[in-house]
T-cell receptor
């Protein structure tokens, strides 16, 4: 079974530029998550989708971050314009079910460096 | 607001030693608790998932316990090996979110 796929693995940009990350979840997983992991910290949830609808985006900085999940499968996370503090690893995860008992499976992450 | 704490932040042990990693959480109203392993520059690999109704789960040399009432979980690693060196994170599942600890960085010396 293929895991969660993410790209690009690494990205270096200057502040005020834009960047986009892509995620393809495990086949059949209805729920998709984007997490931000700053060095030395645990991942923090940015946004959660159930199929192609947003379940929770309360921690997404909406002035600069946006995310979509078209057709309930792949998802894209965009940052525009980027700030220095956005340097982090962006992790995508998927789960078979929405709440409660579902196990989360993570991709390898996309490491962003903002100069 | 749920807070997840992992102690110690870093741990170094000689190969072959048995060890325990600790995780505590402030709100016992959780659905489950999951332990992950993270290698440098990599994503998270799920190790064990304990549902709220369970008290422990085992996989190979790993055993995880859950005491919801006291807000604690432990990950026991038996006969540690250099290949176990990684950061171990625990996460508690609430209704629509999973809250992570900052992790314990484990080094197993040959």
């Amino acid at each position: 079974e293929a895991g969660v796929a993410q790209s690009p693995r690494y990205k270096i940009i200057e502040k005020r530029q834009s960047v986009a990350f892509w995620c393809n979840p495990i086949s059949g997983h209805a729920t998709l998550y984007w997490y931000q992991q700053i060095l030395g910290q645990g991942p923090k949830l940015l946004i959660q989708f159930q199929n192609n609808g947003v379940v929770d985006d309360s921690q997404l900085p909406k002035d600069r971050f946006s995310a979509e999940r078209l057709k309930g499968v792949d998802s894209t996370l965009k940052i525009q314009p980027a700030k220095l503090e956005d340097s982090a690893v962006y992790l995508c995860a998927s789960s078979l079910v929405l709440a409660g008992t579902g196990e989360l499976f993570f991709g390898e992450g996309s490491r962003l460096t903002v100069l | 607001k749920q807070e997840v704490t992992q102690i110690p932040a870093a741990l170094s042990v000689p190969e072959g030693e048995n060890l325990v990693l600790n995780c505590s959480f402030t709100d016992s109203a959780i659905y489950n608790l999951q332990w992950f392993r993270q290698d440098p520059g990599k994503g998270l690999t799920s190790l064990l998932l304990i549902q709220s109704s369970q008290r422990e789960q085992t996989s190979g040399r790993l055993n995880a316990s859950l005491d919801k009432s006291s807000g604690r979980s432990t990950l026991y690693i038996a006969a540690s090996q250099p290949g176990d060196s990684a950061t171990y994170l625990c996460a508690v599942r609430e209704a629509n979110d999973m809250r992570f600890g900052a992790g314990t960085r484990l080094t197993v010396k040959p």
